[in-house]
């Protein structure tokens, strides 16, 4: 197994900073945010070869923030936050994966979403069936990609 190492303490305080804002608590659904102490150290677990895209990402937004982005003003992270969506490409792209995944299997958060708080299998999960015909103007189209002999 490879070591990936962890995060520094500045790193991981400015990550959890970040994670309140892509998914805050919320009272009127009662669930946390992604920064709960649960979750959270979901995601520090979770990061294994994501690890080196989340430190990329992390100092771009240190840089962004001018220093420690958990420092900074509730209104300012905010505002380098919005910058950092746009800048951030595929190591923000990593780490918002991570994020939504460890957010999405926490328990408080699945009742909330009226599911049952269990892996999908072996039960699985019921999926409604849709409009399939939607699919037709797709499967009309000409293929896009190069074949591989």
Same mark, same amino acid.
């Given at each position: 197994?490879?070591?990936?190492? !962890?995060?520094? @303490?500045?790193?991981?305080?400015? /990550?959890? &900073?970040?994670? $309140?804002?892509?998914?805050? %608590?919320?009272? +009127?659904?009662?669930?946390?945010?992604?920064?709960?102490?649960?979750?959270?150290?979901?995601?520090?677990?979770?990061?294994?070869?994501? !690890?080196?895209? @989340?430190?990329?990402?992390?100092? /771009?937004? &240190?840089?962004? $923030?001018?220093?420690?982005? %958990?420092?900074? +003003?509730?209104?300012?992270?905010?505002?380098?936050?919005?910058?950092?969506?746009?800048?951030?490409?595929?190591?923000?792209?990593?780490?918002?994966?991570?994020?939504?995944?460890?957010?999405?299997?926490?328990?408080?958060?699945?009742?909330?979403?009226?599911?049952?708080?269990?892996?999908?299998?072996?039960?699985?999960?019921?999926?409604?069936?849709?409009?399939?015909?939607?699919?037709?103007?797709?499967?009309?189209?000409?293929?896009?990609?190069?074949?591989?002999?």
């Amino acid at each position: 197994m490879t070591d990936y190492g !962890t995060l520094t @303490a500045s790193e991981t305080r400015d /990550l959890r &900073a970040l994670c $309140a804002i892509m998914i805050p %608590a919320s009272a +009127t659904y009662g669930v946390p945010g992604a920064d709960d102490d649960r979750i959270f150290a979901d995601i520090l677990r979770s990061l294994e070869r994501d !690890t080196p895209d @989340a430190r990329t990402a992390l100092a /771009l937004l &240190a840089r962004l $923030a001018g220093g420690s982005f %958990a420092d900074l +003003t509730p209104a300012r992270r905010n505002e380098v936050a919005a910058v950092f969506k746009q800048e951030g490409g595929a190591p923000l792209l990593a780490l918002n994966r991570v994020v939504l995944l460890c957010y999405y299997r926490d328990d408080r958060v699945m009742r909330s979403l009226g599911q049952e708080p269990r892996p999908p299998f072996p039960q699985g999960h019921v999926v409604e069936q849709g409009d399939w015909s939607l699919l037709d103007p797709v499967r009309a189209r000409a293929p896009f990609y190069r074949r591989v002999p």
